[in-house]
T-cell receptor, first 112, second 117 residues
Framework: LAKTTQPISMDSYEGQEVNITCSHNNIATNDYITWYQQFPSQGPRFIIQGYKTKVTNEVASLFIPADRKSSTLSLPRVSLSDTAVYYCLVGGSSGGYNKLIFGAGTRLAVHP | EAGVAQSPRYKIIEKRQSVAFWCNPISGHATLYWYQQILGQGPKLLIQFQNNGVVDDSQLPKDRFSAERLKGVDSTLKIQPAKLEDSAVYLC???????????????FGPGTRLLVL
């Protein structure tokens, strides 16, 4: 399973766009990139998943360059409620084996 | 649909005592996971069940931790005897096989916060 590296913390202000970059130099061909969000005293929650190029949903966008060695989670117009820890994970689902390896994540603080 | 349920939410015990946590996954989810999350760190997988069979327990301290999944639905995680370093949040998650490639989305419960004194 590929190891990921992401910033330990980030600060932003309400209404700004936040981009969190994750590097995964050893990503395998069948690996997907998945982001989870965790609020204090809660379990992680799935945000978005992608394999290549760009994926967008109602919460975020995920940009993946052609070499797939990094990815960027983009949160448009953040609010105070987006203050959380964001985890980047890389892996694949093979024969029902679906292992997630969490790093320390990026602690995002949104200020008024 | 109802989420993953866990109980208790909080537990305080003394070292060398035993403790058990319970998890009820989302209905229809065949895969169940137990994670340990120490303060300031990401969750660490302890054990993964596929129905009632163990898929991965490589990081489960088997000398003191045990887990079972009854009839492929509910699961319990037990620690006996507890150590100070077991103080953490224990998260249960579940997922169901996807119809296409990619990682299965895991749905997490609120966790049980354990403090060992």
């Amino acid at each position: 399973l590929a190891k990921t590296t992401q910033p330990i913390s980030m600060d932003s202000y309400e209404g700004q766009e936040v981009n969190i970059t994750c590097s995964h130099n050893n990503i395998a061909t069948n690996d997907y990139i998945t982001w989870y969000q965790q609020f204090p005293s809660q379990g992680p929650r799935f945000i978005i998943q992608g394999y290549k190029t760009k994926v967008t949903n109602e919460v975020a966008s995920l940009f993946i360059p052609a070499d797939r060695k990094s990815s960027t989670l983009s949160l448009p117009r953040v609010s105070l409620s987006d203050t959380a820890v964001y985890y980047c994970l890389v892996g694949g689902s093979s024969g029902g084996y679906n292992k997630l390896i969490f790093g320390a994540g990026t602690r995002l603080a949104v200020h008024p | 649909e109802a989420g993953v349920a866990q109980s208790p939410r909080y537990k305080i015990i003394e070292k060398r005592q035993s403790v058990a946590f319970w998890c009820n996954p989302i209905s229809g989810h065949a895969t169940l996971y137990w994670y340990q999350q120490i303060l300031g760190q990401g969750p660490k997988l302890l054990i993964q069940f596929q129905n009632n069979g163990v898929v991965d327990d490589s990081q489960l301290p088997k000398d003191r931790f045990s887990a079972e999944r009854l009839k492929g639905v509910d699961s319990t995680l037990k620690i006996q005897p507890a150590k100070l370093e077991d103080s953490a949040v224990y998260l249960c998650a579940s997922s169901r096989p996807g119809t296409s490639g990619g990682q299965e989305t895991q749905y997490f419960g609120p966790g049980t916060r354990l403090l060992v004194l």
